[in-house]
């Protein structure tokens, strides 16, 4: 049988797919750390092992927790620990924030969990969801030098090129230098990728001199 983490994939990433496709990433991240926590309790397991509960009833303990102890005016535990696990400024130092109710699409993916005897996998879920918005959220700088000012088509090319090449958001930043006489220099991170007519004149003077 295939290991947690593996089991947990697909459904961390159809998760968050939805809630970003919607906006709601904090939402659902919020909700999917409680569970976790909820469903990592000794009594709550114990609940889940139990055949003679029904799955409706499994996930109905869980979200109705979570309405009682997040969704609600009143300050609580799993508040405080959400504002400190999630660092989210508003949350650590207004203890009176308000958090939604589980919402109907949530309500149904703890219901489709429940019913494939799949609750037990919410720690790995919420890993691997974090893991997709950590990812989402990438963002590297590319130092640009061109030997003279890209126009407006050349540096959307040149972003677009970049984001997929690095799976990540790029912000270009620029810079002119006229000795390069043509083509570009680009730095992200620790590489660097010389496309320079400079750069290639100083290749082929190495190779013609080995």
Avoid at 40 to 64: C, G, I, R, W, Y
Avoid at 186 to 199: A, C, E, F, L
């Amino acid at each position: 049988m295939a290991d947690l983490s593996t089991l947990a994939r697909p459904y961390a990433k159809a998760a968050f797919d939805y809630a970003n496709e919607n906006g709601i990433v904090n939402e659902w991240e919020d909700f999917l750390f409680v569970a976790s926590t909820i469903v990592n309790d000794k009594s709550f397991h114990t609940l889940l092992d139990n055949p003679a509960v029904s799955a409706e009833h499994k996930s109905a303990a869980l979200t109705d927790l979570y309405d009682a102890q997040v969704a609600s005016a009143s300050d609580s535990a799993f508040k405080q620990l959400l504002g400190a696990t999630h660092g989210r400024s508003e949350q650590i130092h207004n203890s009176s924030v308000s958090y939604p109710k589980v919402s109907t699409a949530l309500n149904n993916f703890v219901n489709q969990l429940a019913e494939q005897e799949r609750l037990a996998l919410l720690p790995e879920v919420y890993k691997h969801y974090r893991r997709h918005k950590a990812i989402s959220l990438k963002q590297l700088d590319a130092y640009v030098t061109t030997a003279y000012p890209l126009t407006d088509e050349q540096r959307e090319m040149l972003q677009t090129r970049l984001a997929a090449s690095l799976n990540a958001s790029v912000v270009i930043h620029e810079t002119v230098d006229s000795s390069l006489l043509a083509g570009a220099t680009i730095k992200v991170g620790d590489k660097v990728i010389d496309d320079s007519m400079r750069g290639k004149l100083k290749q082929l003077k190495t190779q013609l001199t080995a």
